[in-house]
């Protein structure tokens, strides 16, 4: 298969020979690079069908490459491998070990939805991403991203309550990921906070902290959205093949 | 009762406005009261997902959303229901969208509707529109430009409005309408609302450049770059203030103004303000009765040396 994709030459592939001469013509230096040609026979067949299968990746399908994507893209532009279009390619033709590459910066898509915008085939190119986190998470590839633990802390306390209150959320999440609530901008953020507070206002909020915010009458839909959250968790782990049903 | 119904809108405040974005509750029924609009605020409402739930499944961010809006609609009879927060409204927007034309999100919500036991919502039922076009379409550039006591003169504004007050622009189908109509690439309702206070908007590139909201605390690098970027484009602009429209958007710019001072050591000065807060100023509210106290970004000293407090 001819190479048509530039990401997918590999710097350590670019051979140059310092003093090389082929049939008495000298091509020392730049004029010999070459790429090092390599074969790819471990193609994933079953990868886009199982990230089509997760919430957002219904349409990877419909993509034809047009890039609109990346160019609109808010993360690409801090981080050129952050390459939307070329991970949609590579899901689509298989190419797992090279996906596998960006593993640990798929989840950085911050859901800005330009690339939704511009896209010109409605792939929702910003779906896709969380599916293919989601994916990696699921395989095994990647551990839970701090933006999944953000999500399941932020989704926990909405089904248990129908709120949120943010300081619970945000504790939660340093928790759970093992950092220092008093981090120096953290604390310099809230002094300037408090600053002009009315100390009325700040007994308010440290009420809010221990009389945890409800909504009333939510009892019925906290159960409801339990059933299926779990009813979805399991399809989703069985489109994956990760639970297979047990054979009678 | 009848006829204040008819003038108020019911009011979906959201879990940000009970807490960092309480500034901007508190400056929108400060606005309200001095406007003569009626706000009723929605019955029990729930969260509507944020920019989390969907990552779980995005049916039940559909759901969270619907419950809001049935109740809005059916236990309380409004036909409109207004969010100052842009991931509310664009969630209701979304739901709305969803629930007119994808069948799954259909089932989904009935389903859970039922077993939650309140009416299912219907696409079609209410309308959803943010705390930009109620007072646009309630008062008007006109009718705030008569109501106005201490002009934003020489105030200048860059207005932002983040990602998700336009995109994706398939949710907004009353958007890039024409003449009158909110354009989804280069939104203007807020920069009207302002120049009719009498500010100075100044031409900012940015109005719809991202924060890295849902990464604030997760990818907090990421954030700060997006941040700074936003507010060097906005000194580089000459705006004195950046005006918000979103929770979001307004505590990201805050938190990450200090962030980067505290931990990259960049500086900027650019104040961070709901635009609800300057309207509540130029209709003559004290700082105190827009909240501006309740601001992280300190602007105080800022608007008493413009005489506006």
Redesign the interface.
């Given at each position: 298969m001819p190479i048509h994709e530039k990401q997918l030459i590999r710097p350590e592939n670019l051979v140059t020979h310092d003093e090389l001469v082929i049939d008495g013509v000298d091509v020392s230096g730049h004029w010999s690079t070459f790429i090092e040609s390599r074969v790819v026979t471990d193609y994933n067949e079953d990868m886009e069908t199982e990230i089509a299968a997760l919430?957002?990746g219904e349409h990877i399908h419909r993509c034809w490459q047009c890039g609109s994507c990346t160019n609109a893209c808010?993360?690409n532009a801090?981080n050129e491998r952050f390459n939307p279009r070329f991970w949609i390619y590579l899901i689509r033709t298989g190419m797992e070990e090279e996906l596998l590459r960006d593993k640990d910066i798929i989840w950085?898509c911050?859901?800005?939805?330009?690339c939704?915008?511009a896209c010109p085939r409605d792939v929702n190119p910003e779906?896709v991403m969380?599916a293919t986190s989601?994916w990696l998470e699921l395989k095994g590839h990647t551990e839970k991203?701090?933006?999944?633990?953000?999500?399941?802390e932020?989704?926990a306390q909405?089904f248990k309550t129908?709120?949120?209150?943010?300081?619970r959320i945000?504790r939660g999440?340093?928790k759970r990921?093992n950092q220092a609530l008093m981090q120096?901008?953290l604390v310099?953020?809230v002094k300037?906070?408090v600053?002009?507070?009315?100390v009325k206002?700040l007994f308010m909020?440290g009420m809010?902290n221990l009389a945890r915010?409800k909504?009333?009458?939510?009892g019925?839909?906290e159960?409801?959205?339990n059933?299926?959250?779990a009813e979805?968790e399991a399809s989703n782990r069985k489109a994956l093949g990760l639970d297979k049903e047990p054979t009678t | 009762m009848n006829e204040i119904k008819q003038q108020s809108v019911a009011y979906y405040p959201g879990c940000a406005l009970e807490g960092s974005g309480h500034a901007y509750d508190r400056s929108t029924r400060a606005v309200a009261e001095a406007l003569g609009l009626g706000l009723v605020e929605v019955e029990n409402w729930n969260c509507c997902g944020a920019m989390e739930v969907k990552n779980i499944d995005p049916k039940l961010q559909t759901y969270l959303s619907s419950r809001v809006m049935s109740i809005a609609k059916e236990e309380m009879g409004f036909d409109q229901v207004m969010a100052p927060c842009n991931g509310c409204y664009h969630n209701l927007k979304k739901a709305e969208y969803d629930l007119a034309n994808d069948e799954e999100s259909v089932e989904v919500t009935e389903r859970l509707s039922e077993k939650a036991g309140h009416a299912t919502y219907k696409a079609g039922g209410i309308e959803t529109i943010h705390a930009l076009d109620w007072i646009k379409n309630t008062i008007g550039e006109d009718g705030l430009s008569k109501r106005i006591k201490k002009s934003l003169k020489d105030v200048k504004i860059a207005n932002y409005y983040g990602c998700m007050y336009t995109r994706p622009r398939h949710i907004f189908p009353e958007k890039d309408q024409g003449p009158g109509s909110e354009s989804t690439s280069q939104p203007h309702f807020m920069d009207d609302l302002l120049a009719a206070a009498g500010a100075d908007i100044v031409d900012y590139p940015l109005k719809t450049a991202c924060c890295g909201g849902a990464h604030t605390l997760s990818d907090s690098d990421t954030s700060t770059k997006l941040v700074v970027n936003l507010l060097r484009a906005a000194e580089a602009v000459g705006a004195d203030v950046i005006a918000t429209e979103c929770p979001t958007c307004h505590s990201g710019l805050e938190m990450h103004q200090v962030r980067a001072e505290k931990v990259h050591d960049i500086k900027t000065d650019v104040k961070i303000v709901y635009f609800t807060q300057l309207l509540g100023l130029a209709l003559g509210l004290s700082p105190r009765k827009v909240g501006l106290h309740e601001n992280i970004s300190d602007s105080l000293g800022f608007f008493k040396q413009k005489g506006l407090a």
């Open positions: 919430p957002g808010t993360v801090l950085q911050v859901s800005c939805n330009k939704t915008y779906g969380k989601h991203s701090p933006s999944m633990h953000f999500d399941e932020f989704a909405v129908g709120k949120i209150e943010e300081g945000i999440f340093f990921t120096d901008w310099e953020m300037r906070l600053r002009h507070l009315p206002l909020m809010a915010p909504t009333r009458g939510w019925g839909a159960a409801a959205v059933e299926y959250v979805r | -």
